[in-house]
Each structure stands twice: as C-alpha cells, then as structure tokens.
C-alpha cells in the first residue's frame, strides 16, 4: 500500500509542476474537466488520490490532517497536553488557551483537507459508477474501489461533524464555482450521511484478510467501515446500535490485540499490525512529504508535553505511562532523561508514543530528522473493546462482557494491569473513561471525548486545568475558517 501509494505522490507531484502550466491554462476560467475511469489501474490511482489528503493535508506537508492538526484538536485542547511558547506554534497555543478564532489556519487547513478528500471520493464514486464493468480484469476490484471512497468519505465527514458540526454535504463532484455554494446540512443530517456511506463501504469492502501479506495491507476493509460506524453510533449516544457494530468486528475474528503495545506506533518496519483496524500510511523520505511532523512535534521540537494529569491518571505500575511518555529519569534512547537538557517542555515531561529512536535514522537523540515514516493509528482493536464496553454500560445491560472488555485491554502480554471488578454502572462508566484515557493517550481522542461525556465532565476538567476561557456551550464546537465564510456567502457561523 506504501509503495502504491508513494507512486500516486510522484505522479500527483509532476500533474501539479510548472511542466504541465500550457495544459492547464487550458481549462476553461471557472470550471473543472473531470477524468473519467476507462481502466482498472486508473480506478485503483484514482482511490490512491482519495487518501492522500489524510497524509499531507491542503497542499502543505507541515500541515498534515492526521500528523499535524489531529493531535492539536484532539489532545491539546484537552487536559492531557500543553505546548510550550515559541514561535513557531503561536496557533497552536491559541487554540490550547481557547483564545479559538475563525482564522486560526490549524483549523483552516483541517476544513479544508476534509473537503479536499471529500472532493476526491465523489470523483471516484461519480466515475465508478459510470464505469463499465468490462474494465476491470480483477474480480471485486471495482467494489473495492467503491468501498474504499464511501469509506474515505464518511471519515472526512466525520473528522468534520465532530469539530464543526453540521456542514455542506457534496454526493457528486463539483465542476463549477456555483456548485460550490452550498450551504451547511444540520449535524443530524451530517451524520446520517456518514453512517449511509459507512453501510455501504461496510456491504462493499473485503475482509482485512484479503490484504494481510499483500502489498494493499492498510487499505480500508469491511471491518475498518464497521468499526468507524461504531465509533460514529457512539459520538451520537446510539448505544444500542454502537454495540451492534462493535460487536460485529468483534466476532469476525480479523483483529486481535498485539502482544506489544508500543511497537503500533514506533516500530517503521512492522506496521499495520494484527491491532490495527485503520491507519494512515506514511513512508520514508530524505526531507519532507511522508507524513513525518509528528515524531517531531511530539519528540524532537516537544510540542505536545504530556500533563502532570495525564501522568497522574497512569496506575502505579502500568506500563503505559512509560510507552507514552518520558519523565525525569527515564532512559530516552540510551541516555537519561532530563528535562532541563532535552527537547522543549514545560511540563516536565515528553512525549514517548509516535517517536522513534532517532539512530534509526542516524541521528543524535535530540536531533534533526526527517523521513521516518510512521504511520498514524486511527482506528486499533483496543479501541473497539473500549467502544463495545462503553455502548454496554450506557445502556446499563450485559455489564460483565462490558468488563469483559476492559480486561482484554489490561491483560495484553506488554501490560498486565490487574482485571477490573465488576460494579455498578456509575464505578463502570469511571473505569471506562479511565481506561480510554490511558490507553489512547496521546491518539487525538481525548477532547472529543470531555465534549461528548458533557458539560458536567467537561468543565470542571478543564477549569481545574488553567484554561479559564473554555465554555462548553461556545467551545463544543469550532467556528467555520474565515475564508470558507468568504468563499460561501451561503454559510452560517456556529
């Protein structure tokens, strides 16, 4: 999948080059010419496309969707991270102070890389389902490519309805300016949209099985669709229906826990494990391009340091905490760590998880380094038990599989925290959150998690945290980017 679609990057790159400038001033001012799918390898280049936005974001690599603005959104806003003052990330720090403004270009560039990838599904949508069947020399490679749009779109949507809420909802390509006024669908509406894709991609997609030992390991599968829908069931408290989906992966058997924990995330050459449901695939490069910021946002620049109250929240002796962040003595790729001489950090502590020994590369341990190419994990098993045990305890039934759960996650070979007790739903649902916390820390979920456990959980968090300007009624959403209100006079600000 990397080699495929590190191919599609080089081809993207030259159709964007100044050798192609006569061909393009021959578009008419004002619209777009659509390619049309006429072969099976151009199907396959055409869904390459539809990913790409995950990795780079809109036309900057520094900007990436996932390895840049995923954990601002998601973590820095929260109370697990802070960022340090400098320069060079004066918005992000903004955004941690809930000084949250319409041209703050983290959430411009999250906005727009959304719909760049949305824009790029219904290219293949519209085109496949024109395309005749008589095209394709592989069996079910057509459905897959289906599959793999409907699925692309519904995460864009998602990574969407949940910063803004409700947007424009585009089901074909867009070939005017006009075309592009449209204004914004209610979250409802939003969200139905994703979960109708999701069934789709869900009816069409194969087995991760098919791709396991194949070059197309890390394209979405059958239960990469379902567990997003379960994941989509619980953001909208559907429990019943999130059970259901969860439950769904769960039998299937495709998926179990990896018996290491941090190898998911720091290991560049076992990637796409047994775990993992979905991730986007980066790659190796000697500069900038592979989806490469995030080792150093999190390692060797420090721009999201791990809390007193996330370190706090670990359990004497889970392991956890030592393969998601680094404090004061620990050994930090052969050398003891100490905060005063490594990287940037104010609050004491550094991020472990998505940051790789730098003499990998061959470089110092605080040193400059591009090109690692480790992937970003958005959808991993652990996950999905959590999801399943959640949507069970919300509904206050089956509370033993619900703990059933939880003690699958604890009790992986790499962890072995001792099982949790059975209790009521109140001790349950503590346990849970407790559980998510710890377990994806550092993945991007916990802001979105305080906002959808409520007002009640959310506030006082955050208040206690020193970010005195957050309101839940204001901040549960993101203001719509100025330039997007500019470009559509048809758009309401949240």
Same mark, same amino acid.
């Not at 998601?74 to 041209?103: C, K, Y």
């Not at 459905?143 to 998602?158: Q, S």
């Not at 110092?364 to 090109?371: C, F, K």
């Not at 209790?423 to 346990?431: F, H, I, K, S, V």
């Given at each position: 999948?990397?080699?495929?679609?590190?191919?599609?990057?080089?081809?993207?790159?030259?159709?964007?080059?100044?050798?192609?400038?006569?061909?393009?001033?021959?578009?008419?001012?004002?619209?777009?010419?659509?390619?049309?799918?006429?072969?099976?390898?151009?199907?396959?280049?055409?869904?390459?496309?539809?990913?790409?936005?995950?990795?780079?974001?809109?036309?900057?690599?520094?900007?990436?969707?996932?390895?840049?603005?995923?954990?601002?959104?998601?973590?820095?806003?929260?109370?697990?991270?802070?960022?340090?003052?400098?320069?060079?990330?004066?918005?992000?720090?903004?955004?941690?102070?809930?000084?949250?403004?319409?041209?703050?270009?983290?959430?411009?560039?999250?906005?727009?890389?959304?719909?760049?990838?949305?824009?790029?599904?219904?290219?293949?949508?519209?085109?496949?389902?024109?395309?005749?069947?008589?095209?394709?020399?592989?069996?079910?490679?057509?459905?897959?490519?289906?599959?793999?749009?409907?699925?692309?779109?519904?995460?864009?949507?998602?990574?969407?309805?949940?910063?803004?809420?409700?947007?424009?909802?585009?089901?074909?390509?867009?070939?005017?300016?006009?075309?592009?006024?449209?204004?914004?669908?209610?979250?409802?509406?939003?969200?139905?949209?994703?979960?109708?894709?999701?069934?789709?991609?869900?009816?069409?997609?194969?087995?991760?099985?098919?791709?396991?030992?194949? @070059?197309?390991?890390?394209?979405?599968?059958?239960? =990469?669709?379902?567990?997003? %829908? &379960?994941?989509? +069931? !619980?953001? /909208?408290?559907?429990?019943?229906?999130? @059970?259901?989906?969860?439950?769904?992966?769960?039998? =299937?058997?495709?998926?179990? %826990? &990896?018996?290491? +924990? !941090?190898? /998911?995330?720091?290991?560049?050459?076992?990637?796409?494990?047994?775990?993992?449901?979905?991730?986007?695939?980066?790659?190796?490069?000697?500069?900038?391009?592979?989806?490469?910021?995030?080792?150093?946002?999190?390692?060797?620049?420090?721009?999201?340091?791990?809390?007193?109250?996330?370190?706090?929240?670990?359990?004497?002796?889970?392991?956890?905490?030592?393969?998601?962040?680094?404090?004061?003595?620990?050994?930090?790729?052969?050398?003891?760590?100490?905060?005063?001489?490594?990287?940037?950090?104010?609050?004491?502590?550094?991020?472990?998880?998505?940051?790789?020994?730098?003499?990998?590369?061959?470089?110092?341990?605080?040193?400059?380094?591009?090109?690692?190419?480790?992937?970003?994990?958005?959808?991993?098993?652990?996950?999905?038990?959590?999801?399943?045990?959640?949507?069970?305890?919300?509904?206050?039934?089956?509370?033993?599989?619900?703990?059933?759960?939880?003690?699958?996650?604890?009790?992986?070979?790499?962890?072995?925290?001792?099982?949790?007790?059975?209790?009521?739903?109140?001790?349950?649902?503590?346990?849970?959150?407790?559980?998510?916390?710890?377990?994806?820390?550092?993945?991007?979920?916990?802001?979105?998690?305080?906002?959808?456990?409520?007002?009640?959980?959310?506030?006082?968090?955050?208040?206690?945290?020193?970010?005195?300007?957050?309101?839940?009624?204001?901040?549960?959403?993101?203001?719509?980017?100025?330039?997007?209100?500019?470009?559509?006079?048809?758009?309401?600000?949240?």
């Amino acid at each position: 999948m990397k080699n495929i679609f590190r191919a599609f990057i080089l081809l993207f790159a030259c159709m964007s080059s100044t050798g192609c400038k006569d061909y393009l001033e021959k578009q008419p001012l004002g619209e777009t010419i659509l390619g049309n799918i006429t072969t099976e390898e151009q199907a396959v280049l055409f869904v390459n496309a539809a990913y790409e936005p995950l990795l780079w974001g809109r036309g900057d690599p520094m900007q990436g969707h996932y390895f840049n603005d995923m954990w601002i959104l998601g973590d820095l806003m929260s109370d697990d991270t802070e960022t340090p003052v400098d320069p060079n990330n004066i918005n992000e720090r903004a955004l941690q102070d809930f000084n949250v403004f319409a041209d703050n270009p983290n959430l411009r560039d999250w906005f727009g890389s959304g719909f760049v990838g949305i824009a790029r599904c219904n290219v293949v949508i519209s085109s496949l389902s024109n395309a005749s069947d008589d095209i394709f020399k592989t069996v079910g490679i057509k459905k897959r490519c289906l599959g793999e749009a409907y699925f692309l779109r519904a995460l864009y949507y998602f990574d969407l309805v949940k910063v803004f809420g409700g947007v424009p909802l585009l089901e074909k390509p867009i070939t005017t300016l006009e075309e592009t006024k449209v204004p914004r669908s209610t979250d409802i509406e939003t969200w139905a949209f994703i979960e109708k894709d999701l069934l789709q991609a869900a009816d069409l997609l194969p087995s991760v099985q098919a791709y396991r030992n194949t @070059a197309n390991l890390g394209r979405a599968s059958k239960g =990469s669709a379902n567990a997003l %829908l &379960a994941k989509v +069931y !619980l953001y /909208q408290q559907k429990w019943e229906l999130a @059970a259901s989906a969860a439950e769904s992966v769960i039998k =299937s058997k495709d998926y179990e %826990l &990896a018996p290491d +924990y !941090l190898s /998911q995330f720091n290991n560049q050459s076992d990637q796409n494990t047994i775990e993992s449901i979905f991730e986007v695939q980066a790659y190796k490069t000697n500069g900038w391009g592979g989806g490469t910021e995030i080792s150093l946002d999190f390692g060797r620049w420090g721009f999201n340091n791990p809390t007193n109250e996330l370190v706090s929240e670990f359990e004497t002796g889970d392991p956890r905490r030592a393969f998601c962040i680094f404090k004061s003595g620990d050994d930090r790729f052969g050398q003891v760590y100490d905060p005063k001489k490594g990287p940037n950090t104010i609050t004491g502590f550094l991020a472990r998880k998505y940051v790789f020994d730098p003499a990998t590369m061959g470089e110092p341990v605080n040193g400059w380094t591009n090109g690692e190419g480790i992937n970003y994990v958005v959808l991993r098993y652990a996950e999905l038990l959590l999801i399943h045990a959640e949507a069970l305890i919300e509904q206050n039934v089956r509370l033993p599989e619900a703990v059933s759960d939880m003690n699958q996650v604890r009790a992986r070979p790499a962890v072995k925290m001792p099982p949790v007790k059975i209790g009521d739903q109140n001790d349950l649902r503590a346990r849970l959150r407790h559980e998510r916390r710890v377990e994806l820390a550092l993945e991007g979920n916990r802001f979105f998690d305080i906002i959808r456990w409520g007002k009640g959980y959310a506030t006082p968090l955050l208040t206690a945290q020193g970010k005195a300007n957050f309101q839940y009624e204001k901040h549960k959403l993101f203001p719509i980017p100025q330039i997007e209100m500019d470009l559509n006079p048809l758009l309401i600000q949240n």
